[in-house]
């Protein structure tokens, strides 16, 4: 999981292992319908992002064939009494498949915080279909076609907040498609309002009302706004300036993929004037062209129009988030009116030509057209998807990211760096990591994540103290970051603080009760202190969320030896074992509780394992050498002492027991 799906779902996993709904709700209260279904998803997989992605799988499926129902539904109302032709079902079909395999639907699948956008389309589509059915009288009683309406807009506005331009959609539709007049328009706007009013109601109420501390986001969908916008550094007018140009970057993104490239994120240039950049003016003439165009031929091409503004009110929206500017999953919904209108294009080229062909040879080419688009469309996608993973993600993103001029979108520009940087990392590309962070440093001073991440930097160069520093300020900039404290922490411990590391590993599991490494970690530290109760706690906690913690079930053994629970100390090393086989420390502390409970073979083969592993380990050769005394085998324990104190000359216990060895071993010869 990246990004947002990483942030919102897989760190807070600890809330989905309480399996209470309404907790994992409170993440996001007013996307309560998504957060909904990724608790089932939860049910079903676990923390598994194979799960999440079968159903987005699922979502888009459901979408793309309601965008076929709404196509059909477009159709038959254009053609008014003479029906739908084959043409018309053929290309209704075509703009369902183009949704379909659109290489963009990848930020929708695969970036699992992204379903919510697809849910989006999906109620969306099904409430405007069911709108135009129940209008076109399809649907009887009328009350039950528009209760439907009213069910999908509060479902998709507990979804995401894009299917807020559904009631302009409507009344779009009510003046283009269904020709009313101003004053019926008003009237039927107060009718809209009423269908929509419960949606807004619901969404409201969870808004507010099961908003918590917890909670990532502010409570007021515009107080998240403002923060945005005031933390970008850009003006409304260099905000509108842009607008237009990313308008058309998305329109190119959905109609050529092929030849624009599709992008995750992009860190765009603002406009600073309507000719700086001088593409800013092309853009915004294109714009008030076609916004132009559609109104004037409102009535003469009422289904064109409605395609242009369906995507212009949908675009809008997308193209004016402040905080980061540029998206590749936010033209979407915009599709439909795109697709729509090529269709609607398709349809006047096989008609002119219908009369040069015979049926049968007009649908054959058509068959072939369409076979060709969706085949290229789902072969981008299958390369992209392919190369869906972290670092391929923000390389691509990197190697887009303009000149650091004053006129760049600051935020989306550190962003990238951050995440790029956090991708070499785990790659062991420690040089280049720490000159991209660096430039991430520059540009955006007070981002502790930067700060973070270029302390685990000087870590794995070994330059400790400065971690620590630079843990710090990440903490100073902002406490609650777990990840902060709990590097902290372990820098801490290295610099033999476990005090100072055990502080810092409590504000880690504070921060984030669900972290194993946190509850690990502060599980080490205490049993370093002599907490063997809280050592034993927290240890527990850490091994039952991740099995696979090698170091933790180590470490629980000794805690549990320390409490004199020997057979719980045991199983816990037994258990290490079993995950890592080559923990020296898990080979030697077995070995012990063998020896205590009499077991001098299986503690024998424990120490000579634990010595090939590190034959420079003085007091397992003493222990060695203690299990062959019990056994009798004296001269074997003579050999062990005497490899102890060439080790360490001063270990005064080897040194009393090799005399004795000595004596037992000349006695027995």
């Not at 420690?430 to 007070?446: T, Y």
Request: hydrophobic fraction near 50%; aromatic fraction near 12%; glycine fraction near 6%.
């Amino acid at each position: 999981m990246i990004f947002d799906s990483k942030v919102w779902i897989n760190d807070h996993a600890y809330i989905f292992e309480q399996e209470n709904v309404l907790e994992i709700i409170r993440i996001f209260p007013s996307r309560a319908v998504f957060l909904t279904s990724l608790y089932l998803d939860y049910l079903i997989g676990g923390m598994n992002p194979s799960q999440f992605r079968i159903s987005g799988a699922i979502c888009l499926a459901m979408a793309s064939t309601l965008l076929v129902v709404l196509s059909l539904l477009l159709f038959q109302l254009r053609s008014e009494t003479k029906g739908i032709t084959w043409k018309e079902i053929a290309v209704s079909l075509l703009i369902g498949l183009l949704f379909l395999v659109h290489p963009l639907q990848i930020y929708t699948v695969l970036y699992i915080w992204q379903r919510s956008g697809l849910m989006t389309c999906m109620f969306y589509f099904a409430a405007l279909s069911l709108y135009l059915a129940t209008r076109m009288g399809k649907i009887s009683p009328r009350i039950l076609g528009y209760s439907g309406v009213s069910l999908c807009f509060a479902l998709g506005m507990l979804t995401k907040e894009t299917m807020a331009t559904l009631p302009v959609v409507l009344l779009l539709a009510e003046f283009a498609l269904f020709r009313l007049d101003v004053k019926s328009l008003f009237k039927r706007a107060l009718g809209i309002a009423l269908i929509c009013l419960p949606a807004v109601s619901a969404y409201l109420c969870c808004t507010f009302l099961l908003h918590s501390t917890g909670s990532v986001v502010p409570q007021d969908l515009a107080e998240r706004y403002l923060a945005d916008f005031n933390g970008s550094g850009v003006t409304v007018y260099e905000l509108l300036l842009t607008e237009g140009r990313i308008i058309w970057f998305y329109v190119a993104m959905v109609v050529a993929p092929y030849v624009t490239g599709i992008h995750f994120m992009r860190a765009v240039e603002f406009s600073q004037s309507l000719w700086i950049p001088p593409t800013t003016a092309l853009a915004w003439s294109a714009i008030l062209f076609f916004l132009g165009y559609s109104i004037w031929s409102i009535r003469k091409a009422p289904f064109v129009s409605f395609c242009i503004l369906f995507a212009i009110v949908n675009l809008i929206p997308e193209s004016t988030l402040p905080m980061w500017m540029f998206f590749g999953y936010r033209p979407i919904l915009a599709m439909f009116g795109i697709f729509f209108l090529f269709g609607m294009g398709l349809i006047a080229v096989l008609s002119r030509v219908e009369s040069r062909f015979s049926k049968a040879t007009l649908e054959s080419i058509a068959a072939l057209f369409s076979l060709a688009l969706v085949c290229l469309f789902a072969a981008q996608t299958w390369i992209q998807a392919d190369k869906w993973n972290p670092f391929a993600v923000w390389k691509a993103a990197y190697s887009e990211l303009p000149s650091e001029t004053g006129s760049a979108d600051k935020k989306s520009y550190a962003m990238i760096l951050l995440h790029y940087g956090d991708s070499l990392i785990r790659s062991g590309d420690f040089q280049e990591a720490e000159e991209v962070l660096q430039r991430g440093v520059r540009l955006s001073p007070n981002t502790a994540a930067l700060y973070t991440n270029l302390g685990i930097v000087s870590a794995a160069r070994g330059d400790v103290s400065e971690s620590v520093r630079l843990y710090r300020k990440a903490i100073e900039l902002d406490q609650r970051r777990s990840e902060s404290h709990l590097n902290l922490g372990a820098a801490l411990l290295e610099l033999k603080d476990p005090e100072g590391a055990a502080n810092a590993f409590r504000k880690a599991v504070e921060l984030n009760p669900g972290s194993a490494k946190a509850h690990a970690n502060l599980g080490i530290a205490a049993l370093m202190l002599g907490n063997t109760g809280e050592a034993r706690q927290h240890l527990s906690l850490a091994v039952q969320k991740d099995p696979s913690l090698a170091l933790a079930h180590s470490r629980l053994g000794r805690a549990h030896e320390l409490s004199g629970d020997l057979a719980s100390a045991a199983k816990s090393y037994a258990r290490a074992l079993a995950l890592h086989g080559n923990l020296t420390e898990a080979h030697y502390n077995f070995a012990r509780i063998a020896a205590k409970t009499g077991q001098y073979d299986l503690a024998e083969q424990h120490y000579e394992t634990t010595l090939k592993l590190n034959p420079r380990f003085p007091a397992a050769y003493y222990e060695l050498g203690q299990v062959f005394m019990l056994c009798s085998e004296f001269c074997k324990a003579v050999e062990c002492f005497q490899k102890c104190l060439q080790i360490q000359p001063d270990f005064t216990p080897a040194k009393d027991r090799l005399e004795s060895a000595r004596k037992s071993c000349r006695e027995n010869k």
